[in-house]
């Protein structure tokens, strides 16, 4: 017989505005212990120096974490010219430093090298798993990681201001996989002068937006003066918000049942639309699995165990 959980059933989304400070893993616990709920886990990794949108998935919509991480993302960041740390951020020491300082007409024509596919290599800081330790972790101890280069894309880059000479804001919209301080870096090595982030925050994360998010000291402040069933639960969105962009389908009580039960539900007559990929199984309304669309059956890939 299985060991029961710790907490409550509660499942759905918070999005959390995560100030400057503490790591996404301590956000998760503060959700988690503020919900009381039994699982939590993060869609996506913010540095503890980013503030902005921190996706946490609670109880069944753990189950959709993997399509917020595939999703794209929007980021705000300003990058100090002059100065390399080791971290590509200002928690690192000064490595290198140059005195040239780029005009705004420079940065411009510069950032259209960073439109589209283009190749990075990850910052040495980092939570890449390199012969199973993270990049950071051996970066800490003193080794020199040698991490291999990726594709990732950004689709769109604006420069926002030049408040000074020294900085530059911008905001980027860009796949999984992107490490901004990564374009920090490789941005001021391609100005001929050097560079770091100096503020980074996430505005959009998926279909997770900034308009959506609570501060992360609101939710504490509430959970400290009331249960999850009262004031919190006006912030916890249903599990399905995750899945958007995913074709839904009502199905009747029979093949949920069948789903449910992890079995294939062939589609017949005008239920039979030609779909591609995933489709999200509904019956009255709520999420009963997501499903792969296989000549003419859906199968069941995931199924939500939810007591509304």
Known sequence: MGRRRKGDPVSGWVVVDKPAGPTSTHVVNIIRRAFNAQKAGHAGTLDPL?????????????KT??????AEKVYRFTIKWGEATT?????GEVIASSDKRPSREEIEACLDGFLGEIEQV?????????????????ARAGEEVALKSRIVTIYEAELLDVPDADHAEFEIVCSKGTYVRAIARDMGEALGTRGHVAALRRAASGPFEEEMSIPLDKIKELSHSAPASGP????LLPVETALDDIPALAMDGNDTAKLRRGQAVLLRGQQAPVFEGHVLA????????????????????RVFNLSR
Do not use: C, N, W
Not at 232 to 235: G, I, K, N, R, S
């Open 50 to 62: 980013a503030t902005g949108v921190l996706p946490v998935a609670l109880g069944e919509a753990t």
């Open 122 to 138: 990850p910052p040495q800081f980092s939570a890449i798993k390199v012969a199973g330790e993270r990049a950071y972790d051996l």
């Open 282 to 301: 509904t019956h009255k309304g709520e999420p009963v699995a997501l499903t792969e669309y296989d000549r003419g059956a859906l199968k069941p890939v």
């Open 232 to 235: 919190l639960e006006a912030f």
């Open 65 to 70: 974490i993997p399509y917020v991480m595939d």
């Open 87 to 91: 971290t590509d951020d200002t928690e």
